[in-house]
């Protein structure tokens, strides 16, 4: 075999061997980005999650406050934290939307969405009551017609939130191996 034979295979053997690399980094980089953004997706839906409880939580806080104290700036309080928890489900649908959720997700979000707005409309109907000086029969509501519901929004939130940990954990671990 000849110099020139010998040069020219080895020349096409290198070249086979950088495109075969090439591919393999060209499909792994796919896969890469599709992890990142399932760890994105489910990193910005578990953080959302974690804000609606948040808002839940500091309006139930301050909801209880003002029965039990009266103070108006616990009331006043409780307003802006309701209307923080219904922007926070607003923008979760909007982050659904947004990373093109699937049908289980949207079925989760509306279960909150609908046990968020029933829990909203239960406290307006008791601040109502206990407005126009019914406190002890508005305490008493609070019990009968707010923690079900409440209880339930909140496991529901918790569930949520720790499928997408659970979600982005494993996307996170799939995009660095």
């Known amino acids: 075999m000849t110099i020139k034979k010998r040069l020219s295979i080895s020349f096409t053997l290198?070249?086979?061997?950088?495109?075969?690399?090439?591919?393999?980094?060209?499909?792994?980089?796919?896969?890469?980005?599709?992890?990142l953004r399932q760890s994105v997706k489910n990193y910005s839906l578990m953080a959302a999650t974690r804000e609606i409880h948040y808002y839940l939580e500091k309006s139930a806080s301050a909801f209880d406050f003002y029965l039990i104290l009266g103070d108006s700036s616990e009331k006043s309080r409780f307003l802006d934290y309701m209307k923080g928890l219904k922007q926070k489900t607003d923008d979760y649908l909007k982050q659904l939307k947004n990373f093109k959720a699937s049908g289980k997700e949207y079925m989760d979000f509306e279960e909150i969405a609908e046990l968020s707005d029933t829990v909203i409309s239960k406290w307006k109907n008791i601040l109502t009551l206990y407005d126009k000086g019914y406190r002890e029969k508005a305490i008493a509501q609070v019990d009968?017609?707010?923690?079900?519901?409440?209880?339930?929004?909140?496991?529901?939130?918790?569930?949520?939130?720790i499928s997408k940990s659970n979600a982005f954990n494993s996307a996170e671990k799939q995009s660095v191996t």
Do not use: C, D, S, W
Request: proline share 2%.
């Open 144 to 161: 009968e017609n707010v923690m079900p519901y409440l209880t339930k929004l909140k496991n529901k939130i918790g569930e949520i939130h």
């Open 14 to 35: 290198m070249i086979a061997i950088i495109i075969f690399i090439a591919g393999v980094l060209f499909f792994q980089g796919k896969v890469q980005r599709y992890y």
